[in-house]
Structure formats: structure tokens, C-alpha cells
């Protein structure tokens, strides 16, 4: 199986251009930027191994992901997570949902990473939480490759490249095939946590991105009013939907940094789509608790 590049658009968002790679339309399935982070594993033949194994949350994209990735390789695709709500159990909806209809088999355990771990053999294909590995680099060095021809298709003078990052491999890999800035904010943790987890991806050291940040810290996964109403208007404005876990993070940071950046501003839409289901039903449970 073979991708055939991304679309590339040109945007406005309050009176100000933004050119938007829409890895979210990649493929209808294996799409974003998990897509471009397990493409090596999708595109090479592993005669060896028979399941994956991998652990994170309970609403992860990854998790969607591998569970595309085991169905088209015909492995068993077995994931750990901490603790999975009873109102989820019940009415399964978004990246759970979808990851079950596809054969994956939930562990809930409070030592996820150790008894992920424990599986390891060698039928075993063992994935870090997020992706976070050397083997994301050849799908995202392809995204690179498609980021300079959409550049000189559009004729764009000094560009440089905005994502949200979680394991902040994809700013990583990018920055490393770009001749040109990525900027990238943590959705996950602070600046640290983020150079943390990039000291973890051996591969890569030599060109980090540039870490921005906004003057309101946000915590994963919670529910904000002022990153809902971004997330709207960018729907409305630019008729395009974000998720709603990195990218209304990732455009308030951005938005409030944009005016002091020289250039270009191109921002990378990471997919992730399937996910917005339960937090949009989150959201509506919290609005009629208000
Ligand atoms: C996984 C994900 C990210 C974070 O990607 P990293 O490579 O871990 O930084 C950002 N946006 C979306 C929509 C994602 O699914």
C-alpha cells in the first residue's frame, strides 16, 4: 500500500493567510500523522511477526491507528490502558470504537507499560505509546518531501511549518528533512517534557524545532471554553475540522505568537478527526452541568 500525497490549501483565518497540509485526508482509514508515523511498518513485510502490542490512553489515536495497521496485516493487536470509564464501556464511541470493531483486544491495567513489556517475543511487534520511535522517520521524511514540493507549487517565499506536538516526534523528524523552521508547542506536558521525550528518539539530535508557548498553561485531555470556541471558528471561518486534543492548543499558541514570526506560516492538520465524537460529547455533558 501506497499514500499518494496529502492535499495542500491555501486558508484565511482572521484576515490572515495560512497554508494548511491536510494530512487529515491522507486516506480514509490510516490517515494523519499516526499514518505518516507507522507508515514503515505498513510498507515493509515482517514475516516474523504476528501481533502488536501497544499501550496509551483509552481514547488514542495511535491506538485507532494500530488497530488499522493489525486488520490490514492480518496480526492480533493487543493494547493496555489504565483505566477505561464505565460510561465509555457502555456506550463505546470514537477511537474506542472503532479499534474494538476492528479485533482490538483492551487490557486495562494500572502498570500498562510494564505488562505491555512483559508480551514481547519474537512474534511480537512492540510500539511505543504515541509512536514515539526511529521507525516514524520514513513516513515523516516523505511528508517532508511533500511539504517542498507543495512549497514550490505555490510559490511560497520563506516558509516555515506550525504543528501541536505530543511526543513531538513528527516536529522532530520534519525539522530534521526541512530547510526551514518548525515551530511546534507541548499539548502534553511542559517545554521540558517535550525535549524529554525527543532525548528519547535517539535517531535525531542535531536539529531540534522551537518550542512556542502561551501565556495560558492548558492540561491534556481537559476541557476548556476558549479552546472549543477556536476550534469552532476555525471550523466556520476556514470550513475545516481540527481535532479537538492538539490542535485548538496548537492554534491558541500559534494565534498568539503568529504576529512575531517572519515568513510564511504553514500549519500541518494531523488528523485525528475520529477522536472528536467523545470529547464533542464531553464538551455537551459539561455544558448541561453548567
Ligand atoms: C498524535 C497526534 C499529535 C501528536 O503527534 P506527535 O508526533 O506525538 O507529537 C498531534 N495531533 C494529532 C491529531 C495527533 O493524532
Redesign the pocket.
Known sequence: MNFTASPFEKCFFEDKTFYIKRD?LLDPHFS???AR?FYHFLTHDFPHIKRVVSYGSNQ???MY?LSVLALKKGWEFIYFCDHIPRFLKENPMGNFKYALQNGMTIIESKERYADSLKLIDEITLHVEE???QNE?EEGIEILAEELMADIKKYNILNPYIF??????????FLQKYLPFKVF?CS??GDDSYLQK?WEMITACQDFLPTILTSKKKHHYGKLYVELYVIWKRLKEEMGIE??L???PV?WNVFLENVEALEGTPIYI?????L?NTSMLERYARKANML
Do not use: E, W
Open positions: 487529515d494523519g500523522n499516526k508515523k488514542s489515536n495511535a491507528s504515541g509512536g514515539r516514524a504543528l501541536p506536538s505530543g511526543t513531538g516526534t513528527t516536529a522532530l511546534t499539548c502534553v521525550q481540527f481535532d486534543m492538539y490542535d496548537g492538520h494531523q488528523g485525528g478527526i477522536g
